[in-house]
């Protein structure tokens, strides 16, 4: 059965430090994604990572995947108040679809002033 | 494009009754999939819909069932309502022609059960 951690659970950071979410899962997967959730809101998709070494950056926020490690992080750089959300991580077992994905737990990341 | 659309939003309802919610992908998307949302269990993955079959399943009991239409358009429906029900149900659609095969989540559909 395939199973995904996440660490930390829980998050507190200040303005403009960096810090890094990490994503272990415990068997072979062809994709991971990185998704943000608002408080009562849905998944918003951050980065798709669809193979070793890949590595994706938007903004502050930058995913890599290390396939062999069967890890994937989500580095913050500079965090500023709007990045507080929760992220969850996903990977995806099913070659050629996107279905059944399994989530983490999530990490609760609060950007304090 | 529009994205995707989820009804109704906010939902109350009995245990024992039984309940519907459903589902518009973004136009194009062949694949919906759902998922239940807890603060227990987390985000956890139902089933999948492609092209009006259902294509893999989660580990949720038989009262959870769905299906989809011809236009794409999913309904979930849970039967015999339990309080542990209470969730946060998402469906999310993808392009299985999409290099990427990103799947695009909808607001949700938030299940109160009393």
């Known amino acids: 059965e395939l199973k995904v951690e996440q660490n930390p659970l829980f998050l507190s950071m200040q303005e403009g430090k960096n810090y890094t979410i990490y994503c272990n899962y415990s068997?072979?997967?062809?994709?991971l994604y990185w998704y943000r959730q608002d408080p009562g809101k849905s998944l918003e998709s951050l980065f798709v990572?669809?193979?070793?070494?890949a590595v994706k950056q938007e903004g502050r926020l930058m995913a890599s995947l290390d396939t062999k490690a069967r890890l994937s992080t989500l580095h913050i750089t500079a965090a500023v108040h709007d990045l507080s959300a929760t992220y969850f991580c996903?990977?995806?077992?099913?070659?050629?679809?996107?279905?059944?994905?399994?989530f983490g737990t999530g990490t609760r990341l609060q950007v304090t002033l | 494009k529009a994205g995707v659309t989820q009804t109704p939003r906010y939902l109350i309802k009995t245990r024992g009754q039984q309940v519907t919610l459903s589902c518009s992908p973004i136009?194009?998307?062949?694949?919906v999939s759902w998922y239940q949302q807890t603060p227990g269990q987390g985000l956890q993955f139902l089933f999948e819909?492609?092209?009006?079959?259902?294509?893999n399943k989660g580990n949720f009991p038989g009262r959870f069932s769905g299906r989809q239409f011809s236009n794409s358009r999913s309904e979930m429906n849970v039967s015999t309502l339990e309080l542990g029900d209470s969730a946060l149900y998402l469906c999310?659609?993808?392009?299985?022609?999409?290099?990427?095969?990103?799947?695009?989540f909808g607001p949700g559909t938030r299940l109160t059960v009393l």
């Open positions: 999310a659609s993808s392009d299985q022609d999409s290099w990427r095969i990103e799947q695009f």
């Open positions: 068997t072979t997967s062809d994709r």
């Open positions: 990572l669809l193979s070793n070494g």
């Open positions: 996903a990977v995806g077992r099913h070659p050629g679809t996107a279905s059944k994905l399994t």
């Open positions: 136009s194009g998307h062949r694949s």
């Open positions: 819909y492609f092209s009006e079959t259902q294509r």
